[in-house]
């Protein structure tokens, strides 16, 4: 039987990147299904998180 790979070891192809705009002055980053990304103002940012840790 094959071993299975650890959290996030399975998949280290290069990952899709995004940057939209979601409204006037209000842009997101993100990167992969997204688990993990950026939402941006000119008020400040917020920082999500959510990958597995290899």
Do not use: H
Not at 7 to 35: H, K, Q, W, Y
């Amino acid at each position: 039987m094959a071993e299975e790979a650890f959290a996030s070891t399975g998949n280290l192809s290069v990952a899709t990147v995004s940057f939209i705009e979601i409204r006037p002055d209000l842009d997101a980053f993100t990167v992969g299904d997204p688990t993990s990304g950026i939402v941006g103002s000119g008020a400040g940012c917020m920082v999500i998180d959510g990958q597995a840790t290899p």
